[in-house]
């Protein structure tokens, strides 16, 4: 199985460009997820979705933008991209729409850097 | 709002030593807890997971937690650390009511030295 299949790894952005984070899951789980996570500061939530069609704000949402067509893939776009969007970024996915008693499951990671 | 303390930022013992690294919580109801790891330069991995049952949780690489209800903690514990622990442990919460978002402590640094 693969999981969840984060892409790309890595990417260097310039100052107000805008790009798609892109996060798939093969596991037909309801909820999924995206963090991002910088030193000393553990990993925040931007986004979060229960389901297709459903998506809601976490911690910290402004500068990014989700949707969720389909149960499998997550998107996250960076409409304008800041320097202080310098982070690497993980996305998850658990099964159940935010029931307790299910693990979550992270991809890779993309680390992006803007200059 | 709910959060997660982890009281140590950066520890650094030598092999063989035991670890223990705390966890706080901030919330009254159910709640899921969990431990994971990140290498240099990789993902997070799940060490341990409490989900209901026995306060005392073992996971993978000799590591184990303890519920504490009354305290709100769930620290982690080794009684032997090695040089290839060494990494971030990050705990997080996965609250009733929260819609299975989780919420993540700072994370601590452990140096393992040979």
């Known amino acids: 199985n693969a999981g969840v299949t984060q892409t790309p790894k890595f990417q260097v952005l310039k100052t107000g460009q805008s790009m798609t984070l892109q996060c798939a899951q093969d596991?037909?789980?309801?909820?999924m997820s995206w963090y991002r996570q910088d030193p000393g500061m553990g990993l925040r939530l931007i986004h979060y979705?229960?389901?297709?069609?459903?998506?809601d704000q976490g911690e910290v949402p402004n500068g990014y933008n989700v949707s969720r067509s389909t149960t499998e893939d997550f998107p996250l776009r960076l409409l304008s991209a800041a320097p202080s969007q310098t982070s690497v970024y993980f996305c998850?996915?658990?099964?159940?729409?935010?029931?307790?008693?299910?693990?979550?499951?992270f991809g890779q990671g993309t680390r992006l850097t803007v200059v | 709002a709910q959060s997660v303390s982890q009281h140590n930022h950066h520890v650094i013992l030598s092999e063989a030593a035991s670890l223990e690294l705390g966890c706080n919580y901030s919330?009254?109801?159910?709640?899921?807890l969990f431990w994971y790891v990140q290498y240099p330069g990789q993902h997070l991995q799940l060490l341990l997971k409490?989900?209901?049952?026995?306060?005392l949780v073992k996971g993978i690489k000799g590591f184990e937690a303890e519920f504490i209800k009354s305290k709100f903690s769930f620290n982690l514990r080794k009684p032997s650390v090695q040089w290839s622990d060494t990494a971030e442990y990050f705990c997080?919460?996965?609250?009733?009511?929260?819609?299975?978002?989780?919420?993540f402590g700072k994370g601590t640094k452990l140096s393992v030295k040979p």
């Open positions: 997080a919460v996965n609250a009733e009511g929260s819609q299975g978002n989780l919420i």
């Open positions: 596991m037909n789980h309801e909820y």
């Open positions: 919330y009254g109801g159910t709640v899921n």
């Open positions: 409490y989900f209901s049952g026995d306060p």
């Open positions: 998850a996915s658990s099964l159940g729409q935010g029931a307790l008693n299910t693990e979550a499951f």
């Open positions: 979705s229960v389901g297709a069609g459903i998506t």
